[in-house]
């Protein structure tokens, strides 16, 4: 059965710093991986996702994540971080016809 | 375009009183629906799916039910509540096979006091 792990439930990074949340996933076959992100109080929104082709996946406010099969990572990347990343950020798997798998969740916090 | 809507937003319910949580997609047919719960620092707990009307599968033992009397309809239910029944529930649907993206709904926060 699939499996994701993200690594650190709670990230710190400076206002203007490279963001990076980690997340590795488990998986026989090849999947489908993709990034949610959740503000307070709101259900989780897509901020990208990977299915077939090419392994760097650009999402939405800037965000983009790298598919890395010999390092079964897809881990999610921002340049530069704004206020208003300040979230949780969940990474998920799925396969063939089984149901989508979510990591534990990484809140990100931005100091100023 | 779809859209997937739940209601209420926000519940306060006694200990013991019953609950119903309603969830609606629009814009598509026969989707795969989904109750999850969100505790703080628990991540997503799969509670409910359904791959069509009257089917539901249950992921964990627990005090709630759920229905789906109609095609796009999901409700989250309970008969008698417990204080650890509050937390952050969300409704979200596919398009199934598991490949496809989950959307969510805006969430119900239910506090059982």
């Known amino acids: 059965a699939q499996s994701v792990t993200q690594l650190g439930s709670h990230v710190s990074v400076s206002e203007g710093a490279l963001v990076l949340l980690r997340c590795n996933y488990s998986?026989?076959?090849?999947?489908?991986l993709f990034w949610y992100v959740q503000y307070p109080n709101q259900g989780l929104q897509l901020l990208l996702k990977y299915t077939t082709g090419a392994t760097l996946v650009k999402g939405i406010n800037g965000f983009e994540a790298e598919f890395k099969k010999s390092e079964t990572s897809f881990h999610l990347t921002k340049p530069s971080a704004h206020m208003s990343d300040a979230a949780e950020y969940f990474c998920a798997v799925s396969i063939r016809d089984d149901k989508i798998i979510f990591g534990k969740g990484t809140r990100l916090h931005i100091l100023p | 375009s779809q859209t997937i809507h739940q209601w209420p937003a926000t519940l306060v319910q006694p200990v013991g009183s019953p609950l119903s949580l309603e969830c609606t997609v629009e814009?598509?047919?026969?989707?795969?629906l989904y109750w999850y719960r969100q505790a703080a620092g628990r991540g997503l707990q799969l509670l409910f799916y359904?791959?069509?009307?009257?089917?539901i599968s249950s992921e964990v033992p627990q005090n709630l039910s759920a229905s789906r009397p109609q095609d796009r309809q999901f409700i989250l239910s309970s008969k008698k509540l417990l204080l650890s029944d509050s937390g952050f529930y969300l409704c979200?649907?596919?398009?199934?096979?598991?490949?496809?993206?989950?959307?969510f709904g805006e969430g119900s926060w239910l506090t059982v006091v």
């Open positions: 998986s026989s076959v090849p999947p489908y």
């Open positions: 814009g598509t047919s026969n989707p795969n």
């Open positions: 359904s791959v069509g009307i009257g089917q």
């Open positions: 979200a649907w596919d398009r199934g096979n598991g490949r496809n993206t989950i959307y």
